[in-house]
Structures are given as structure tokens and as C-alpha cells.
């Protein structure tokens, strides 16, 4: 007997930089249920979120919300640590809401994400190199010290380096 | 052209009468990844997980996968998307995390489409929309917005001289201005008793009770002076969408994230005093120079018009967040403060903020931090010393 799908999603986040000083992320879920996409705007350097949209084309269950409305409480924060926080908190609670919540958070971690990929870029090819630019990473900002399994004691990526205290 | 695209994917599919396995490909410009999970339709509980990566970060990438063998018996509910992140984002790897997530939460969706479609043998015009309404019920509650208690706890009464007239000590008064308890703050792993403890250990004449939106008992807290014979005041550090705020003399109780002009608002109602606090945490992750945040640009930012001061010194951010926040203080006129933001007792005092002045209640802490006569400090690693370390950095 073929395994047919009780259920599919595809979610797609993408970035592209509008200009010098702006940057859009966009996230778009379609599954069986659901089919909706947020995008974000942010300004550059301060990663200020300026621009919100969204809408909902399908879902199923729940109360009406009024999309526009429930994201435009985030225009104003900042794409960076606490940020997820602050999104739920904003938003609201409703299972509507906090999709959309956790979309407008796709979108903030696309746009981090962005930055990693140009900081990764600029790493050695070498391994012992390569090594040595984790380390450094490391070092300038011991948060990443035991963030993950890459960076944890006994990894030679942090090998020598102090645990923050 | 696009700078960065992720896709997740995740197919649900059922393999006898109480299993479900989920398919998760996450696949973006710097990963990529599968994982395969199984899932206990009725009792939502993750039963099975294997995991490859397909490209990683680094070599040291693969060291993740035997750790996601830790969330097989995690059962989904309550505080489970924070489980998966803490135990799977920390210890295995962030990208497994969220794809493990991004299955468990397309699977609760399969779970209802399969009880809908056997209801619906028994119901055969049942929609689908009519039986997630009856299953999940009524909406419940209210968003978890901005909202204030209406209760508000009475204030303490005005004791003592104005500042002008106080007594100023030798060295004033230092106290830890920052620290989080457990179980007020559920993120701390130190209760009040152990903060107090190290705190007179390690030679402080105060700590202020900083708990996240927790409005302390004046009363519990002046049987804890009593009992310890130590300085203990009142604080909150309450997020709003601006970041996190320190706050004094606000003993409304303030649920959600709230906006910082209505914050603001409150605080100045109440004639307290708010201190933004580590106000570019993670901000330098990825370097200054390579988001081009300015020391003139990191001014303009309208929450310093705000606040009445800036947290300069805090444990949880790195030296450079911190050298970049004095920098911006001294930049706009701001006094700096000094708080450690303890979680745990190794963290008490890291830093803190000494006042001119001596410093004997809530009262007399507020009216301190109005005269701006004050500086943060290193205390662990300075003692009582004035800081070397703040003046070097500005």
C-alpha cells in the first residue's frame, strides 16, 4: 500500500538586499492547511524593523484576525538577541497569531543568517586555518563558547580557549 | 538578487495505527539537513529520530547528531518548542532544533486531520473547520500583550532627607543594581537566599531584586534586610519592544512586552527611574564594521531619548558590547550604570554601581541615580576601588 501524505509543508525564507540601507525577508508557508506569507523590511545598520505585510490566502478554523493590524506591532523592533520575545509578546497568542508571529521570526532569522553566510565566506579553506577562524569567532564573542555541539568543550574549535565566567 | 534563501519541507505520512514519521529537509545557503522522525499520534510523543547532515558550517558539525537522540521521549505541549531548543539548539545544533520543531508541529496537524477523517466515517458532512472547533474549544484568554494589573501595591513612604543633605560615606554605597532569582525569574538558577549570601561574601552593601516582570513584596523584602542585614531593594527588568529596562520605584505589576513610550509613561507617573539595560547585546556578533553601526548612528536611536540612564556594565554581553555602550552614554550625556544580571552566584557583582552617596532605602536609591552621582564598576574584579576599567573605556 502507498504512503500517501497525510500532511506537507513547505516553508521558503528569502533574503534580498532592496538597496544600501534596506534589506527584505520574506517568508512564505504553504502546507495542507495553511497559506500565507509575511515580509519584512529592515534598515541597515541599525536592523530596525521599518515595513511589515502579510496576508493569509488560506487557513482553516479559528476567529478572523486582522493580519495587517497584528504585524504592524513589530515595526520598531530590532532584528537581534531578545527579538523573539518581544515578536510573541507583540502579536499575540492566537493560533493565527503566533504563526505569524513565528513567520515575522523566520524573516528576522533569514536576515541573521544573511550576515553568517558573508562572515562564513571569508573562512580559510585550510582546515588548520579554518580552525583557527572558529577559534577567533569564539573569542571575540565567548556567547558562542558551548552554544552547540561545534562549539562545545572538547571540540577542538574551542580547544585552549577559557569558558566565559 | 536574493542574498540568502532557506526551504523547509516536511512530509507527514502514517506507519501503523499509532505512528506517524515525519520527513524534515531543511536545506538554505549554509545548511543543509534531514532529519526522520517518528511520532506517537495519540500520545504526541516523539518515539524515534534520526539525523544526517548534508553540509555544514564546519568539520566539527557532525558532533551534533548522537544529541538528538536526547528529545526521543519528549512528548509535545506545554513548553516543548523550549525544551527542543534548549536541550537540541544548545547541545546538538540550532538547524535540528528548528526542522525537528518544524516536523513535531506539522505532525499535531496530521494527528488532526487523521482523527477528523475517522470522525467523519461516523459524521460524513463533518467539515474540517467544525471539528477543529470542537476539539480545540473556545478560543481561550487574552493575547499576551501589553497590559497592567490594576492593583497597584502602595508606595513606600518618603523616609529621610533630600540627597542634597545625606550623608555622604566613604566610598558610598555599592550595590549590584541587576540580578535575577529563582524561581521569580524562572531563567535564574540562584534563589534570593544564595544572592544575599554571596553578595555579603563577597563584600557588597546591596543588591537590587531585578526579577523579569516580577513586582517584589515589600514586605518579604524587608524581612530579608532584616534577617541578613544587608541592602535588598526593589527592581524590575521589564522587556518592551525597544529591549530590556531596568526599572525602580514602578510597583505596578506589567505582564507581556510593552511599548518603551508606555513604559516611559509609567515610570515617570510613578517618579522612577529607568536604565536601558545591555543596550547592544549580540548587536556586534557579527562586527561593527561589518553592519556599519556608527558610534553617531548607535546615538540616534530614539530609546536613549527615553531612558534616564544606560547600563554600561553587564556580565551577559561581551567587553566590546559593553566598551560600545559607554562610548554611547558618554556620547549623549547619559549616566552609566553597573549591574551584573546574575543568573547564577559565580555572577553576583561581576559588576555593579558605586554611589557617592549613602544609600539606605528605595527611596534614597532613586533620588541617587537622579543626581547622576555614580559609576559603574568592576567589582569583582576591582573591589571597592573606583573603576579603571569604566574610565579606560570611555
Known amino acids: 500500500m502507498a504512503d500517501i501524505l497525510y500532511f506537507c509543508r513547505n516553508r521558503c525564507i528569502s533574503v534580498e538586499q532592496i538597496d544600501e540601507q534596506s534589506m527584505r525577508s520574506s517568508c512564505r508557508l504553504q502546507d495542507t492547511l495553511t497559506d500565507a506569507l509575511v515580509e519584512v523590511i529592515v534598515k541597515i545598520p541599525d536592523l530596525e524593523v521599518i515595513e511589515v505585510s502579510g496576508e493569509i490566502r488560506r487557513s482553516t478554523g479559528e476567529q478572523e484576525i486582522n493580519v495587517v493590524e497584528a504585524l504592524r506591532k513589530v515595526i520598531g523592533i530590532r532584528v537581534g538577541p531578545g527579538m523573539k520575545k518581544i515578536i510573541r509578546g507583540l502579536i499575540g497568542n492566537s493560533k493565527t497569531e503566533k504563526e505569524l508571529g513565528f513567520m515575522v521570526e523566520e524573516c528576522c532569522d533569514g536576515i541573521i543568517l544573511t550576515f553568517t553566510k558573508d562572515v562564513l565566506l571569508h573562512a580559510p579553506k585550510d582546515k588548520l586555518k579554518e580552525r583557527e577562524y572558529f577559534k577567533n569567532m569564539v573569542r571575540s564573542n565567548p556567547r558562542l563558547y558551548n552554544s552547540c555541539a561545534a562549539l562545545a568543550p572538547g571540540s577542538p574549535l574551542v580547544e585552549g580557549i577559557k569558558p566565559p565566567r | ?394
Not at chain 2, 534577617?227 to 505596578?252: A, C, P, S, Y
Not at chain 2, 556586534?284 to 553592519?291: A, C, H, Q, S, Y
Request: aromatic share 6%; with cysteine; charged share 30%.
Open chain 2, 1 to 394: 538578487m536574493l542574498k540568502f534563501t532557506r526551504n523547509k519541507l516536511v512530509s507527514i505520512y502514517k506507519k501503523g495505527q499509532d505512528r506517524l514519521l515525519a520527513h524534515g529537509i531543511l536545506e538554505d545557503d549554509i545548511y543543509g539537513l534531514e532529519v526522520n522522525v517518528a511520532i506517537s499520534i495519540n500520545r504526541l510523543e516523539i518515539l524515534s529520530i534520526e539525523g544526517k547532515w548534508k553540509r555544514a558550517e564546519n568539520v566539527e558539525c557532525p558532533r551534533a547528531i548522537p544529541f538528538l537522540q536526547e528529545a526521543v521521549g519528549f512528548r509535545m505541549g506545554e513548553g516543548f518548542p523550549q525544551k527542543v531548543r534548549k536541550i537540541i539548539g544548545r547541545k546538538a545544533c540550532r538547524q535540528f532544533a528548528d526542522i525537528i520543531l518544524e516536523c513535531c508541529d506539522a505532525a499535531q496537524m496530521a494527528a488532526h486531520v487523521i482523527r477528523w477523517e475517522t470522525e467523519k466515517e461516523k459524521r460524513p458532512a463533518l467539515s474540517f473547520d467544525d471539528f477543529l472547533s470542537n476539539e480545540r474549544g473556545e478560543p481561550t484568554g487574552p493575547p499576551e500583550g501589553f497590559s497592567i494589573s490594576r492593583e497597584q501595591r502602595p508606595k513606600p513612604k518618603r523616609e529621610g532627607a533630600p540627597a542634597k543633605e545625606r550623608e555622604k560615606g566613604a566610598g558610598g554605597t555599592i550595590i549590584d543594581l541587576h540580578v535575577h532569582t529563582s524561581p521569580a525569574s524562572p531563567c535564574s538558577s540562584v534563589t534570593v537566599e544564595e544572592i544575599i549570601q554571596e553578595a555579603k561574601r563577597i563584600g557588597l552593601d546591596g543588591v537590587c531584586l531585578t526579577d523579569h516582570n516580577h513586582v517584589w513584596d515589600p514586605a518579604e523584602v524587608a524581612d530579608l534586610r532584616r534577617k541578613h542585614n544587608l541592602l535588598i531593594l526593589r527592581g524590575n527588568e521589564i522587556t518592551t519592544d525597544q529591549g530590556d529596562m531596568v526599572v525602580f520605584g514602578l510597583d505596578k505589576e506589567i505582564k507581556g512586552i510593552v511599548k518603551l513610550e508606555d513604559l516611559r509613561e509609567e515610570v515617570s507617573k510613578a517618579k522612577g527611574f529607568m536604565i536601558v539595560a545591555h543596550p547592544f547585546r549580540g548587536f556586534l556578533t557579527f562586527g561593527i564594521g561589518k553592519l556599519g553601526l556608527t558610534l553617531e548612528k548607535a546615538m540616534e536611536r530614539p530609546l536613549f531619548r527615553l531612558v534616564d540612564a544606560v547600563e554600561v556594565m553587564n556580565s551577559k554581553v561581551t567587553e566590546k558590547e559593553n566598551r560600545f555602550a559607554a562610548k554611547v552614554a558618554k556620547g549623549l550625556g547619559l549616566p552609566a550604570t553597573g549591574g551584573s544580571d546574575a543568573h547564577e552566584i559565580s555572577e553576583v557583582g561581576i559588576y555593579a554601581t558605586q554611589f557617592s552617596h549613602v544609600i539606605k532605602d528605595e527611596n534614597d536609591l532613586i533620588e541617587a541615580l537622579r543626581t547622576g552621582e555614580f559609576s559603574p564598576m568592576a567589582f569583582r574584579k576591582e573591589g571597592r576601588k573606583r573603576s579603571r576599567e569604566y574610565e579606560s573605556a570611555t
